[in-house]
């Protein structure tokens, strides 16, 4: 018995929708974090940021990566 053929568009759209609502997601977080000016901010938090931004500077770069190879 053969296996059926899987065409790609229908996994892709489902991670497509998930990885928007990671967008969602950190959108909100970021928008709950402290300010630059709140007395509590630590020096914990500036890594954790930096962190998260070099992380998503891997994502973009990835991204990048899909976009040119599908011209």
Do not use: F, G
């Not at 967008?23 to 998260?52: E, F, G, I, K, N």
């Amino acid at each position: 018995m053969s296996k059926p053929t899987i065409e790609p568009a229908a996994p892709y759209e489902n991670l497509h929708l998930v990885a928007r609502d990671y967008l969602d997601r950190l959108r909100q977080s970021l928008d709950a974090l402290q300010q630059p000016d709140d007395p509590s901010l630590r020096w914990r938090h500036v890594h954790t940021m930096a962190q998260v931004n070099a992380r998503l500077a891997q994502a973009c770069k990835l991204l990048d990566e899909i976009t040119t190879n599908t011209k």
